[in-house]
């Protein structure tokens, strides 16, 4: 492996990324929508709070893993991202949706605490009140319920402009933002 492969941090980057991803897509779809399936109306938020509850590290060193190796690229990047049209904006809008989806994240795991607090109320599901659910309760539910949705989302936006990323790192795409740079200059 040549001494400038970014391969370690490409790949904390994407792995990262990747298990964000999927963990809360898997989390809104199987565990969220499993939960509205306990027979037990009081066992509903309890079976998806200790679900997400144990899910939570493994999506922290993943947000992390993300971060520094998204740090890494850009600063193994500098130079393209200042030399090549696109690359600088790519860069920024990035940044931009990963603190969002950071913020997202961290406001569901307050929100699913304050959910937790209250595991034995009766609910439709982890995400959904029912006619007897406390009503802070329900309010943290609701909101929970699109943020579920939220999350995936931009985290997905992401992947997708990483790999716009590496298709800008294409030698006939990098030779044309930076002719495209150079003339706009």
């Known amino acids: ?12 980057h994407d792995l990262g990324a990747a298990a964000w991803f999927g963990g809360t897509l898997m ?44 740090l890494g690229l850009i600063l193994a990047n500098r130079g393209r991202i200042k030399g090549q049209q696109g690359a600088a904006a790519n860069t920024v809008v990035k940044t931009v949706l990963t603190v969002a989806a950071a913020g997202t994240t961290l406001y569901s795991g307050i929100l699913g605490a304050k959910i937790a607090a209250h595991e034995s109320a009766p609910a439709d599901s982890g995400v959904t009140p029912s006619t ?22 931009l985290v997905g936006t992401l992947v997708v402009l990483g790999a716009q990323q590496g298709e800008q790192q294409r030698p006939a795409n990098l030779v044309a933002g930076v002719r495209a740079k150079l003339a706009r200059s």
């Not at 400038?4 to 904390?12: A, K, Q, Y």
């Not at 200790?50 to 590290?57: F, M, Q, Y």
């Not at 007897?132 to 989302?153: C, K, N």
């Open 27 to 70: 989390g809104a779809v199987g565990l969220n929508g499993a939960s509205a399936a306990v027979t037990d109306p009081t066992d509903r938020i309890r079976t998806a709070s200790v679900g997400w509850a144990k899910w939570a590290p493994v999506n922290a060193v993943a947000i992390g893993a993300h971060a520094v190796g998204g």
């Open 1 to 12: 492996m040549a001494a400038t492969s970014n391969l370690l941090v490409r790949s904390l």
């Open 132 to 153: 007897g659910t406390p009503p802070e309760v329900a309010s943290a539910q609701q909101q929970q319920r699109i943020l579920q949705w939220v999350t995936p989302a």
